[in-house]
């Protein structure tokens, strides 16, 4: 298992008005990150790489139904919509962190999904 520094702030949801302690990743490529509970799980930009042109599907959805949400998102509605908000660089934490490789999927027909033993180690 890998750590992963990330921006710690309280943020607001401007769907539900819900707001909490959380985090906040900086990041400036196409990463992804997403959170269970306290469990973070990361996504490379450059896993896509491994998907032939044209694939059409986001690893979210396929997270989404074992509890996992974007770690920017509201953990009462899962709306994106975040009040703006500016991070203290002096206010970080390390997080223990696993990531999703190319291994993690198959395609069962027409469809992406994650493999049983990737549900099984990383992602229940």
Known sequence: MDTIRLFSLTQSCNECQHSWDGYVTGFSRGHQLFQKGERFLF????????????TDFTIADLLAPHGW?????CPKCFSRRLANFDYDIE???D????Q?????FELDGDTWQLTDAAIATKCS
Request: charge should be negative.
């Open 69 to 73: 949400r974007h770690v920017e998102s």
């Open 91 to 93: 206010r970080t934490s």
């Open 100 to 104: 999703l490789t190319e291994t993690d």
């Open 95 to 98: 997080l223990p962190c696993v």
């Open 43 to 54: 996504e490379p930009d450059d896993i896509w790489y491994a998907f032939p042109p044209g």
